[in-house]
T-cell receptor
Framework: SAVISQKPSRDICQRGTSLTIQCQVD?????MFWYRQQPGQSLTLIAT?????????ESGFVIDKFPISRPNLTFSTLTVSNMSPEDSSIYLC??????????FGPGTRLTVL | GQQVMQIPQYQHVQEGEDFTTYCNSS?????IQWYKQRPGGHPVFLIQ?????EVKKQKRLTFQFGEAKKNSSLHITATQTTDVGTYFC???????????FGKGTKLSVIP
């Protein structure tokens, strides 16, 4: 199993600002995934981040709003840009856990005022 | 892409009662996974089912994959307060490791 840490664990931000979320894994992984979980809702995949290439975004998510970096095989960042209250969510990074399963990080709880 | 409908959305049970959540699809599924998310926590992988009619058990939890591979269920026998949380089913897409989650069933257990 992988141990995943995220920073920050929570934040309260003003609208119009940006927040960068960091995800660190204790082992090298090929793919990292960023999910969003809006209050009381299910998980929605934002993008897949591979080291050395551009992230692949799902429908409804764009790079200008959610730029992602993947500088090496153990680290990734997700930036939530020009935030609005609708961006208030839990943002989770995850990595492959074998046979298609995922390990999730503890999440970053974002509140936008 | 493929989607699943998960029911019920909420379930309140008395401690000791059984609980079941269902995932249904209109198309044949290649696999289905189940996750548990405790209140304030993150999703944790429970199991993956891939074979038609498959039944797997983990202590008081029983997971089933339908014969037609269009539905799945998670059954908890004699619920305990530690079972509280939201249970999600999820599909692994044809593009490896991209999971689509159901809406989840939130379980409350009354002591």
């Amino acid at each position: 199993s992988a141990v995943i840490s995220q920073k920050p664990s929570r934040d309260i931000c003003q609208r119009g600002t940006s927040l960068t979320i960091q995800c660190q894994v204790d082992s090298q992984v090929t793919m990292m995934f960023w999910y969003r979980q809006q209050p009381g809702q299910s998980l929605t995949l934002i993008a897949t981040a591979n080291q050395g290439s551009e992230a692949t975004y799902e429908s409804g998510f764009v790079i200008d709003k959610f730029p992602i970096s993947r500088p090496n095989l153990t680290f990734s960042t997700l930036t939530v840009s020009n935030m609005s209250p609708e961006d208030s969510s839990i943002y989770l990074c995850s990595v492959e856990g074998g046979r298609g399963s995922l390990f999730f990080g503890p999440g970053t709880r974002l509140t936008v005022l | 892409g493929q989607q699943v409908m998960q029911i019920p959305q909420y379930q309140h049970v008395q401690e000791g009662e059984d609980f079941t959540t269902y995932c249904n699809s209109s198309t044949t599924l290649s696999n289905i996974q189940w996750y548990k998310q405790r209140p304030g926590g993150h999703p944790v992988f429970l199991i993956q089912l891939v074979k038609s009619g498959e039944v797997k058990k983990q202590k008081r939890l029983t997971f089933q994959f339908g014969e037609a591979k269009k539905n799945s269920s998670l059954h908890i026998t004699a619920t305990q307060t530690t079972d509280v949380g939201t249970y999600f089913c999820a599909l692994l897409s044809d593009r490896s490791y991209q999971l689509t989650f159901g809406k989840g069933t939130k379980l409350s257990v009354i002591p």
